[in-house]
């Protein structure tokens, strides 16, 4: 099945710095991948998401990178706000399944 | 619009007494419908998914059951929660297959096993 990896799982970044979260993932197949925030106590929300016909994708301060030979993915986040503090996942969903399988989370903490 | 709703929102029950999670999604149909639980800190495990009513299947085993008695109606549930049931319990939702798809998820449920 496939299997997402994720790194760094903690990420300290001081205010207007960039932050760079990396995913890598098994199944060559895998054609969809989106990174979802979640803050404390509440429920992953989608941020931005890539197919795998294009290499990246931009929305304002957030930009997603596919990499399909090499299997991987990064999420960037340029000029960090402290309300970018949060768990950031990536996933990958098994080609043509119902599952998204997810990476372990990093814990991105912006310092004023 | 769609909007998927879970509830309680938080829950503390002693060793060995039953639960009942329900989650409802609103503005759309035939839903795609899962049952994910998260450890203080940790992942997401997916527990549960189904295509449609009754059709359920189970990711890992457990002390946890689910059912779909209608189209958008997703219930998780125990006969007897253990300590290790413990975690933040998330319904999720999407249309057709995950390769093209946005999954949604509720707001979540925390339970405490005491």
């Known amino acids: 099945g496939e299997n997402v990896e994720q790194h760094p799982s903690t990420l300290s970044v001081q205010e207007g710095d960039s932050a760079v979260i990396k995913c890598t993932y098994s199944d060559s197949a895998s054609n969809y991948f989106p990174w979802y925030k979640q803050e404390l106590g509440k429920g992953p929300q989608l941020i931005i998401d890539i197919r795998s016909n294009v290499g990246e994708k931009k929305d304002q301060r957030i930009a997603v990178t596919l990499n399909k030979t090499a299997k991987h993915f990064s999420l960037h986040i340029t000029e960090t706000q402290p309300e970018d503090s949060a768990v950031y996942f990536c996933?990958?969903?098994?080609?043509?399944?119902?599952?998204?399988?997810f990476g372990g989370g990093t814990r991105v903490l912006v310092k004023p | 619009s769609q909007t998927i709703h879970q509830w309680p929102a938080t829950l503390v029950q002693p060793v060995g007494s039953p639960l009942s999670l329900e989650c409802t999604v609103e503005?759309?149909?035939?839903?795609?419908l899962y049952w994910y639980r998260q450890a203080a800190g940790r992942g997401l495990q997916l527990l549960f998914y189904s295509v449609g009513i009754g059709q359920i299947s189970s990711e890992v085993p457990q002390n946890l059951s689910a059912s779909r008695p209608q189209d958008r109606q997703f219930i998780l549930s125990s006969k007897k929660l253990l300590l290790s049931d413990s975690g933040f319990y998330l319904c999720?939702?999407?249309?057709?297959?995950?390769?093209?798809?946005?999954?949604?998820f509720g707001e979540g449920s925390w339970l405490t096993v005491v």
């Open positions: 996933a990958a969903p098994k080609a043509a399944g119902n599952k998204l399988t």
């Open positions: 503005g759309t149909s035939n839903p795609n």
């Open positions: 999720a939702w999407t249309m057709g297959s995950l390769s093209g798809n946005t999954i949604y």
